[in-house]
Structure formats: C-alpha cells, structure tokens
C-alpha cells in the first residue's frame, strides 16, 4: 500500500471524512444538532468543575506558606471562567466553528497543565514536587469529555495535547533552569517520599494516557457508524411512519415479531368511504400539477378530522379515502367517533366549497359513508410489499353505500344500525338527520335501513 493511501486511511479514521462523504444532508443535520447538544453539555460540565473547584480551593486550608508571593490557581481558575462563559454563549448561538473548538481542547488541557506546574511555586518547592500530584488524573476527564461530540479527531487533540504537556513538565523538572540536576531513583519508596525523580514512572503516565486516548478514539469511531445507522434508520422509520396510521406505526416500532402475510384479528370497528365527485372530468381538464395540488387541498383539510375522531386513514384510492375507527387501536367508541367525524367532515367540505365559489372555482361535491360491524384487520400482499388494511363485507357495504349518497341526494349516509350503536356509545346529533328505511343499494340483496346527514352541525 502507498504512502498516501495509508495517510488517505488514516485521515479518514480521525475526521471521519469517508462517512461523512457518504452521509445525506439530514443525516449530517441531525448528526450536528446532536453535536450541538453535545457542546452545550460540555460547557456546563466544565462550568460546574470550575465551581466546584474554586469552592474547595476557598474552603480548604492553605498548606503553602503564608508569605508566597503569588498564587497562580484563583487567577487560573478565573481566566478559564470567562473563557468557558464566551464557549456556552457560542455554543447555544451554534457558532462554534472547528477551530475554536480546537483551541477550546488545547486550552482545557494547557489549564490543567499550568496549573499542575504552579504548585512548586505555591510551595516554594523544586519542579519535582509536581510531577507527584494526583491532579493528572483530571487529564482523563477532560479526555473523556470530547467523546461526547462522536468525532475521535478532539479525544485525539486533547490526549496528544495532554502526553505532550506531561512529557514538557516532566522535562522542565529534570533540567529545573537556574537550579541543580535533579537526582533520579530506581526506587518507588525514595520517588514517593523525597523530590527523586523515577523516570519510569512518568513515561508509565503518558504511555497510559495515549492507550486511553487511542482506545477512546477506536471507541468513538465504532460508535459513530452506529450513531449514524441509528438516525439513518430513525430518519427512514419516521419517512415509513408517515406512510401508516400513527398507531400502527407505534405497534410496529414495539412489535417483538416481524409482520408477516396472513396475519390478522377479527374486531368490531366502523369504516368510512369517502369519494370526490366530480374528479374524473377535472383528471382531464387540470394539469398534473393543478391535479395534485387539488387533491392536496382536498387531503389537508379532511385527513386531519379523520384523525382528530381517532381514525386511521386505511388507503388513498385516487380521490376517495377509506378509512377506519377502532381497527388500528381497538376502541369501544368507534361507532360514535364514526357518527362525529362525519358531522366534522361534512361542516369541513362545505366550508370548502364555499371558499372555491368566492375564488371563482367549481365547488365540488364529496360523498362520504359510514358503517360498522365485524372486520379483518391484517396483513396482505407479497413478501416483498405488505399492507395493513380492513376486510370484510362493512368494507364493501360502505363503498356501495358511498355510491347511493349521489342517488339520494344527501352527502354523507350511514346505517341505522350503526347510528343506534352510535348513540349507545354517546354520540349526540349536532345537525339535521334523516331516516330513510328499506332503500334498496345497487349490490346488497335486502333493503338496508339507512341515516342521512343532510345538513353540517352549527
């Protein structure tokens, strides 16, 4: 392999770059908003170590002598306030660019360092004296903290930045400007209880901190694919979602098996037929994009009421809807929620219609239909396309009752059984009915006692 293969490689396991090529615009959205949280977390984590920090450094007695010139910490300490404040300000106007946020990293872990160098200042003591404190430990926090941004290319600033400020101080230790060598041990009990330097021991520490940034970094890169399939699959569920009733798109999200054809329960649910008349003659007269936006107009303003009266929309037939009430999600109201949505709907239609005759537009007629009984709801199709839909003769009785709607000369019609079962259930009438018994329907056998809504609600 190339010399710039294996950097080509190497760039993409840092940055990211190769999946990053590959991803949508949402996915990268969705992946930035995550980010974007992400820094905002982070920024009050840092906040809240700064508190915490400058509350212990108060309360705690001082063991450095009274007469020590300076102490660097509160100084330390307020200089990273600010700066943390000006990052949660950027951070919730997401404007936090790339370069600031690796200045942010290499000056988390400077803080730390200077800090660390100080105490031999504070206690008046040689440089060795620091390389003791177990205030390094807070490198892996800080190292830590860039993982929740899912990109390995700031876990690997911030333990590079970290290995290089250790082996610096721990340089600056062993030359001490302007004082002796000091001297180095081969013993752990010497290096802890005098200013000996065991050389060993602080090559153990930047090795382990470049284990934990590699680990971290090989970590997040394997999380990141998963973070991405996970809002990949969020975002085409939510797509699918849209396709199926919410409820079913809920039993599908939980389901513990997979759909499969020829599943299906018998339920007592009420179904709805809904037809556009006229639409055939205007599929000839508008243009494709005048047709769609119709039946978009047409769409917007009767699903949400099919939906409002907890029904679930079972297909689109062109211009006709059939719907569903107590099929999805089992309901002991779906006779009444039937009875309601109609009202609603009819009140809808005829607002419609009212509007397009003030723009000068042909007002359409909607017939619509309703009726309960004993249904099929389940899954048909190929293995390869399937559907969730309502069977059984309610379903082909509303389809011919929506039909007889034009003939009767009323626009919406229902059967007197289901309207009984309607007002058990606590539906009240809010418009003008119609009994119209022993109407003969093109394709029924008997007579069928029918219920015609003649007039909106109001």
Same mark, same amino acid.
């Given at each position: 392999?190339?010399?710039?293969?294996?950097?080509?490689?190497?760039?993409?396991?840092? *940055?990211?770059?190769?999946?990053?090529?590959?991803?949508?615009?949402?996915?990268?959205?969705?992946?930035?908003?995550?980010?974007? %949280?992400?820094?905002?977390?982070?920024g009050?984590?840092?906040?809240?170590?700064?508190?915490?920090?400058?509350?212990?450094y108060?309360?705690?007695?001082?063991?450095?002598? $009274?007469?020590?010139?300076?102490?660097?910490? $509160?100084? %330390?300490?307020?200089?990273?306030?600010?700066?943390t404040?000006?990052?949660?300000?950027?951070?919730?106007?997401? +404007?936090?660019?790339?370069?600031?946020? /690796?200045?942010?990293?290499?000056?988390? &872990?400077?803080?730390?360092?200077?800090?660390?160098?100080?105490?031999?200042?504070?206690?008046?003591?040689?440089?060795?004296?620091?390389?003791?404190?177990?205030?390094? !430990?807070?490198?892996?926090?800080?190292?830590?903290?860039?993982?929740?941004?899912?990109?390995?290319?700031?876990?690997?600033?911030?333990?590079?930045?970290?290995?290089? @400020?250790?082996?610096?101080?721990?340089?600056?230790?062993?030359?001490?400007?302007?004082?002796?060598?000091?001297?180095? %041990?081969?013993?752990?009990v010497?290096?802890? /209880?005098s200013?000996?330097?065991?050389?060993?021991?602080?090559i153990?520490?930047?090795?382990?901190?470049? !284990?934990?940034?590699?680990?971290?970094?090989?970590?997040?890169?394997?999380?990141?694919?998963?973070?991405? #399939?996970?809002?990949?699959?969020?975002?085409?569920?939510?797509?699918?979602?849209?396709?199926? $009733?919410?409820?079913?798109?809920?039993?599908?999200?939980?389901?513990? *098996?997979?759909?499969?054809?020829?599943?299906?329960?018998?339920?007592d649910?009420?179904?709805? =037929?809904?037809?556009?008349?006229?639409?055939?003659?205007?599929?000839?007269?508008?243009?494709?994009?005048?047709?769609?936006?119709?039946?978009?107009?047409? +769409?917007?303003?009767?699903?949400?009421?099919?939906?409002?009266?907890?029904?679930?929309?079972?297909?689109?037939?062109?211009?006709?809807?059939?719907?569903?009430?107590? =099929?999805?999600? $089992?309901?002991?109201? +779906?006779?009444?929620?039937?009875?309601?949505?109609?009202?609603?709907? &009819?009140?809808?239609?005829?607002?419609?219609? =009212?509007?397009?005759?003030?723009? @000068?537009?042909?007002?359409?007629?909607?017939? !619509?239909?309703?009726?309960?009984?004993?249904?099929?709801?389940?899954?048909?199709? +190929?293995?390869?396309?399937?559907?969730y839909?309502v069977? @059984?003769?309610?379903? #082909?009785?509303?389809?011919?009752?929506?039909?007889?709607?034009?003939? #009767?000369?009323?626009?919406?019609?229902?059967?007197?059984?289901?309207?009984?079962?309607?007002?058990?259930?606590? *539906?009240?009438?809010?418009?003008?009915?119609?009994?119209?018994? @022993?109407?003969?329907?093109?394709?029924?056998?008997?007579?069928?006692?029918?219920?015609?809504?003649?007039?909106?609600?109001?």
């Amino acid at each position: 392999m190339r010399l710039d293969q294996v950097a080509a490689r190497a760039a993409d396991f840092i *940055f990211g770059a190769k999946a990053q090529r590959g991803l949508s615009s949402r996915v990268r959205r969705r992946i930035e908003e995550h980010q974007a %949280t992400s820094e905002i977390i982070i920024g009050w984590i840092q906040a809240c170590a700064i508190s915490f920090f400058a509350i212990v450094y108060t309360i705690s007695p001082k063991a450095f002598p $009274p007469d020590t010139p300076f102490e660097p910490v $509160p100084w %330390t300490l307020g200089i990273y306030a600010v700066f943390t404040a000006v990052r949660i300000a950027l951070a919730y106007r997401r +404007h936090l660019t790339r370069g600031f946020l /690796t200045v942010s990293t290499v000056v988390d &872990i400077a803080v730390l360092m200077i800090t660390i160098w100080s105490f031999h200042l504070q206690y008046q003591a040689p440089p060795a004296l620091y390389l003791k404190a177990p205030t390094l !430990m807070y490198v892996f926090i800080l190292i830590a903290l860039r993982t929740l941004r899912f990109e390995p290319l700031y876990v690997l600033i911030a333990g590079s930045c970290s290995a290089l @400020g250790w082996l610096a101080l721990f340089v600056y230790a062993v030359l001490r400007p302007g004082e002796a060598a000091p001297a180095f %041990t081969h013993s752990y009990v010497d290096y802890i /209880t005098s200013y000996r330097i065991l050389g060993g021991a602080e090559i153990d520490k930047i090795l382990s901190i470049l !284990m934990v940034t590699a680990i971290l970094a090989l970590a997040l890169v394997r999380a990141r694919k998963l973070l991405v #399939n996970s809002i990949e699959e969020e975002l085409a569920a939510a797509d699918l979602a849209r396709f199926f $009733p919410s409820e079913l798109a809920d039993q599908l999200r939980h389901a513990q *098996f997979e759909p499969v054809k020829g599943q299906g329960v018998r339920c007592d649910a009420a179904i709805l =037929a809904i037809d556009l008349r006229g639409f055939t003659q205007l599929s000839h007269d508008l243009s494709p994009g005048e047709l769609m936006g119709l039946l978009g107009e047409y +769409h917007s303003r009767l699903v949400p009421v099919i939906e409002r009266y907890h029904g679930s929309i079972d297909k689109y037939l062109g211009d006709g809807i059939l719907a569903s009430f107590g =099929a999805v999600a $089992p309901s002991t109201n +779906h006779a009444s929620d039937l009875c309601c949505a109609i009202e609603a709907l &009819i009140a809808v239609t005829q607002a419609w219609q =009212a509007e397009r005759r003030e723009s @000068g537009l042909p007002a359409l007629a909607i017939g !619509m239909a309703g009726a309960a009984g004993e249904v099929v709801f389940g899954v048909i199709g +190929h293995e390869t396309r399937l559907e969730y839909t309502v069977i @059984g003769e309610v379903v #082909n009785l509303v389809t011919k009752l929506e039909k007889a709607t034009k003939q #009767n000369g009323v626009p919406a019609l229902v059967t007197r059984q289901t309207y009984d079962l309607a007002i058990a259930q606590g *539906f009240t009438p809010l418009g003008a009915v119609k009994q119209l018994p @022993g109407r003969l329907i093109a394709g029924v056998a008997d007579p069928i006692d029918l219920i015609a809504f003649t007039r909106h609600p109001g």
